[in-house]
């Protein structure tokens, strides 16, 4: 049955997480309307965007509205979970979130089921009352593919996408520079001593990059929640790229080992596996082929998209919409 699904979230064209589920939930062959809230605001103001988001609910008339984060005013979430199931979906841990936790709490309470990408924390959700659940993040057919010629400019032995959110990080990466012939692409590096190659990546340069690396690295903001990792870790796998990632708990629950990617617990362990792989290409092709294959068969935006629309038409009856 075809659906109308409302989707609430800023366009973010670094990750644009919200525009793959655009394209997998139209690819499945329903029809979406996406509110930019923050956009509209600045064009209507607060008042004239929230009107409109109203005349575009009654427009539209969505089966569920699909949010991203808490991007839009609680009091127009409210209004809407009164009258459709709402999803919510948050891409960030609790270290990650600062101040606005409380915020994403308060929202995640109003909605039928909140998606979260790290396992770990569905007990401090579950406590609080929250419906929470699982997802990974996701690939997208065609805007995460491999390069097979990348252009000399993206070529290096080492890279990694990201900025310098922590001293570790910094640290780590100022480390692996030392050693190894290393390309740094992201914003806010120059004022620890550190170039960026390019300070912004969108898609056609991270093709490049995973095609132009013989190894990217990968590191997150909090490696001890299981199953949490950054959403690069599934962009790097689309783009054919030979991930080499700091280990959080579970990986092994998703990945294998040497045939879908390889991680490290420790600074010296990393160095030795960039060593490795720098001296056995034919280890990197196997990690470009199979890290690929898993990512678009398995963990596509359609098929989290297929997941979300499964655990909406499982809620009550009581939740569709009008009743």
Not at 294 to 313: G, N, P, R, V
Request: charged fraction near 25%; aromatic fraction near 16%; glycine fraction near 8%.
């Amino acid at each position: 049955m075809v659906k109308n699904i409302l989707l609430f979230g800023k366009s973010k064209p670094r990750t644009r997480t919200f525009f793959y589920f655009q394209r997998a939930f139209r690819a499945l062959g329903h029809r979406v309307f996406w509110v930019k809230y923050a956009k509209w605001r600045s064009y209507l103001t607060s008042a004239g965007a929230f009107f409109a988001s109203k005349a575009a609910f009654h427009f539209f008339r969505p089966d569920f509205l699909f949010l991203h984060a808490a991007d839009m005013p609680y009091e127009l979430f409210a209004w809407a979970s009164e009258r459709i199931p709402t999803a919510m979906y948050y891409d960030d841990c609790i270290r990650g979130s600062g101040k606005a936790l409380e915020k994403v709490v308060r929202f995640a309470k109003k909605a039928d089921l909140f998606y979260l990408t790290g396992e770990g924390e569905l007990p401090f959700y579950r406590q609080k009352g929250i419906q929470a659940r699982f997802i990974t993040g996701g690939v997208d057919p065609e805007y995460h593919r491999r390069v097979e010629e990348p252009e000399e400019f993206y070529q290096s032995e080492v890279a990694f996408i990201g900025r310098p959110n922590t001293p570790e990080r910094v640290e780590f990466i100022r480390a692996i520079g030392e050693r190894f012939q290393l390309k740094v692409y992201g914003s806010g590096w120059e004022k620890y001593g550190i170039q960026p190659t390019l300070r912004d990546v969108y898609a056609p340069e991270y093709q490049q990059i995973c095609g132009g690396a013989k190894v990217v690295l990968g590191w997150n903001i909090d490696n001890t929640v299981e199953l949490y990792f950054s959403n690069r870790t599934w962009y790097t796998l689309g783009c054919g790229g030979v991930l080499l990632t700091q280990y959080s708990p579970g990986l092994e629950r998703i990945f294998q080992r040497g045939l879908h990617l390889d991680w490290f617990t420790t600074l010296e362990e990393c160095i030795d596996r960039i060593e490795y792989y720098l001296q056995n290409p034919q280890a990197c092709e196997v990690l470009r082929e199979e890290g690929f294959r898993l990512a678009h068969e398995k963990y596509s935006f359609q098929e989290l998209a297929k997941k979300i629309l499964t655990d909406i038409q499982s809620l009550p009856s009581s939740r569709a919409r009008g009743e």
